[in-house]
């Protein structure tokens, strides 16, 4: 399907678009690629809707942005362990992030991006958030700019502690590592400068300081970061795509669908070293 035929419209005033004319089962040709590509650095996330795709099907389209990631704990499924399987049962009480955050900031190369297909949703609610960490950097004042330039945070994942509800985890006993991540990100495709943090339990402090001296600054970085004119909110339904920049966004799943089952396949794409 040719490019002309793709009609994008954004969904609010700080991020996000879906994009309609687009039939994901179909082979993709470079030139709509490269305008749904395009769109995704414009928009930070985008979204299809009414997709009836294999798993084979979203791993083709995955692959248009570079090699698959897998992801450290969790398999894939049987056949395609590119895709990775994320249900919550009608009795889960917690979600799968339910935080504020970005995907894989604990490994030293974060993902690039998020790929997550609806495959059977609530009647209500099950929403994603989204935030946009460009603008939470460029509205910050030029003084805290100045003060964060060159700060690094420290970022762990324990499996100890997290509580990974209906999936099977491997090595759940694996000690925690640490890995440093620039506070301030360069986005490797666009040159702007972002936001780059996640919540508390994977974003642990500022490098060379105490948990006590970090939190203020990064507390009110979290806060200001996820101020509502900053993000956007997806309404899912069956057949529903969505690709995120993780280098530039921050997402959360609402958590206010208890006594429903959702179930969603998840690919991420290889990330490179931040800076």
């Known amino acids: 399907m040719g ?16 994009i309609h004319g687009l039939d994901l089962a179909d082979p ?3 030139v709509t690629f490269q305008q749904i590509h395009q769109a995704l650095l414009d928009y930070s996330v ?15 389209f995955a692959k248009h942005w570079g090699d698959i990631h897998f992801h450290p704990h969790i398999p894939g499924l049987e056949g395609t362990p ?7 049962k009608e009795d889960d009480i917690h979600t799968l992030g339910g935080e504020w955050h970005t995907d894989q900031m604990f490994t030293p190369t974060p993902v690039r991006a998020t790929m997550l297909y609806a495959k059977q949703v609530p009647p209500q609610g099950g929403d994603t958030l989204f935030a946009n960490a460009y603008l939470a950097y460029e509205t910050l004042s030029d003084g805290m700019k100045n003060m964060l330039a060159g700060l690094r ?9 997290k509580r990974a509800a209906a999936m099977k985890v491997n090595d759940i006993n694996e000690e925690a590592s640490e890995v440093e991540h620039p506070l301030i990100r360069t986005h490797s495709e666009t040159g702007r400068k972002a936001l780059y943090l996640s919540y508390k339990g994977i974003t642990t ?22 101020r509502p004119e ?3 909110r997806f309404q899912w339904q069956e057949g529903s795509l969505g690709v995120w920049d993780n280098r530039c966004v921050q997402h959360l799943a ?22």
Not at 211 to 217: G, L, N, Q, R, V
């Open 3 to 18: 490019s002309n035929s793709l009609e994008i419209n954004p969904i609010a005033g700080a991020l996000g678009a879906e």
């Open 46 to 60: 985008v979204f299809f809707r009414d997709q009836k795709i294999t798993p084979e099907q979203q791993l083709a």
């Open 153 to 161: 945070t420290v970022n762990t994942y324990n499996m100890k502690k």
């Open 205 to 226: 402090r500022i490098a060379g300081m105490t948990d006590a001296e970090s939190e203020p600054i990064l507390g009110y970085l979290r806060q200001h970061m996820t």
């Open 254 to 275: 609402v958590n206010d669908y208890n006594g429903y089952r959702r179930v969603m396949h998840r690919i991420t794409i290889n990330g490179e070293a931040t800076s």
């Open 230 to 232: 900053f993000t956007c």
């Open 82 to 88: 590119e895709v990775f399987e994320i249900v919550k």
């Open 28 to 30: 993709l040709d470079d």
